[in-house]
């Protein structure tokens, strides 16, 4: 039998990249999973059509994780789709580095506003969902926490705060027996690490070089740690940081 076969799964930012991988992965595991994304509805819908292909089961729905209303409809279509929630995968992030004399209060705020309070919103919401059997949230934060990369200081914060919310909330919900883990990916190939002109570059043929296992990470790498901290398989895992990097640290 699929390991989680019967469970429902939401996703945040999961129309490409980490998000992506991960819906794909949970699904081809026996999960029915929600595609949430913010913008890019033919990403999202390109996601689900590919679960489908392959025999899974998963739906598309926009919601900004920023904004209180869209999260209410995130999780009110889940439920009229699927009945019940079973896991969260806090994936939905921006990144982008810039040196202290470049940094603006609007970046600032739309990091923090994404990365930290989204997470915060989304788990508060799933708490109305989540059965009495109780259920698994997953952070995807970032080895950027601990590597401190130069440019990378209100990004490196947002995720610094996201490892501390995850060990808060592990103990906070540990009663409604919630499990609260984070998942810390080193360099992962995505449509945003080409964007940012991050492929190729200077700064990641040095990664590579000092990454044991010699190769950059694949979003499905990350969605296999999800795949561990999503079923019972880890039941004894809360407040947990597992960093997914190839041995690079």
């Known amino acids: 039998m699929a390991r989680l076969s019967n469970k429902v799964v939401i996703v945040t930012g999961a129309s490409k990249g980490i998000g992506a991988g991960i819906a794909k992965r949970l699904a081809a595991e026996g999960a029915q999973v929600v595609v949430n994304y913010a913008s890019g509805r033919e990403d999202a819908e390109r996601v689900v059509a590919e679960i489908a292909a392959k025999g899974g089961t998963a739906i598309a729905v926009q919601a900004n994780v920023t904004q209180a209303e869209d999260i209410k409809r995130l999780f009110v279509e889940t439920k009229r789709a699927y009945d019940k929630l079973d896991v969260l995968v806090n994936n939905a992030g921006v990144f982008a580095f810039a040196p202290l004399g470049q940094i603006t209060e609007a970046e600032f705020t739309r990091h923090y506003r994404v990365n930290v309070l989204g997470p915060l919103l989304v788990t508060q919401e799933a708490l109305n969902y989540f059965g009495s059997e109780g259920g698994s949230v997953i952070n995807v934060s970032s080895i950027v926490t601990e590597l401190a990369p130069p440019g990378s200081s209100v990004y490196s914060g947002t995720k610094g705060a996201l490892d501390t919310i995850t060990r808060v909330l592990a103990k906070e919900l540990s009663s409604r027996n919630i499990r609260v883990n984070t998942i810390a990916p080193g360099a992962v190939e995505t449509e945003g690490t080409h964007a940012a002109g991050m492929i190729g570059s200077e ?41 997914a990097s190839g041995g690079f640290h």
Do not use: C, N, Y
């Open 203 to 243: 700064f990641m043929h040095d990664v590579i070089k000092k990454t044991p296992l010699g190769r950059m990470g694949q979003p499905d790498d990350i969605a296999r740690v999800a795949l561990f901290l999503a079923p019972p398989d880890s039941a004894w895992l809360t407040g947990e940081r597992l960093i």
